[in-house]
């Protein structure tokens, strides 16, 4: 057990600090967004969308979030896991995760959405096995990112991408996953976010 705090550890303080406040951003945002969210219908699933396009938030985040999802029967049975915990999670795959969002954008479509400026967060919930529960994705509300697209989107994510545990944690319990990243990066074909979390999770392997 001391063995594996101390590879935590090693982690990197600056690492486990960014991951922190990033989930401080994003459990903040939901909560205030509860006040003002509505439906949309896509091809075959309904979203929730919480937040504003206009008045007093216009310019913060829109969450999107799957109706199949239900976030309050998830928190009855489950405990969510710390944050050292939260970071033991190892995506299965860079480059799957770049071949979703180019299967469900043209290549137009994303030079026009970098030209844009749009960034989106893709946040995964995760059980102690790391399989995928729920998906939720964090854009600015000026977004022209539409529903259908995240729809195409959250299928293809759903397809390809896994998660493995690199450390052992407590049963019914849960985890999240975030990759923040820009259209930029996804034209590119390379995302930070994730090569940190490959690099930083070599050692489990």
Request: aromatic share 8%; hydrophobic share 15%; no cysteine.
């Given at each position: 057990m001391n063995?594996?705090?101390d590879k935590l550890n090693r982690l990197g303080f600056n690492s486990l600090k960014m991951i922190f406040f990033g989930l401080i951003i994003f459990s903040t945002t939901l909560l205030n967004a509860q006040e003002n969210k509505w439906e949309v219908k896509g091809d075959?699933?309904?979203y929730i969308l919480y937040g504003s396009r206009k008045g007093k938030t216009e310019g913060k985040f829109i969450i999107?979030?799957?109706s199949n999802y239900n976030d309050d029967e998830l928190k009855k049975i489950r405990k969510h896991v710390d944050i050292n915990e939260f970071y033991l999670y190892r995506i299965n795959n860079h480059e799957l995760f770049i071949s979703a969002f180019k299967n469900s954008f043209t290549d137009n479509r994303i030079k026009e959405l970098v030209q844009n400026d749009e960034t989106i967060k893709v946040t995964f919930i995760l059980d102690e096995n790391g399989k995928i529960m729920a998906v939720y994705f964090m854009l600015l509300s000026s977004t022209s990112i539409n529903v259908y697209e995240i729809e195409k989107l959250e299928n293809e994510l759903l397809k390809v991408i896994s998660f493995i545990v690199t450390n052992p944690i407590e049963?019914?319990?849960?985890g999240s996953f975030a990759v923040r990243t820009s259209f930029k990066e996804i034209l590119?074909?390379?995302?930070k976010a994730i090569?940190?979390?490959?690099?930083?999770?070599?050692e489990y392997l």
């Open positions: 063995i594996q705090i075959q699933n309904n999107y979030s799957n049963d019914n319990s849960f590119k074909g390379e995302i090569r940190n979390n490959e690099k930083s999770t070599e």
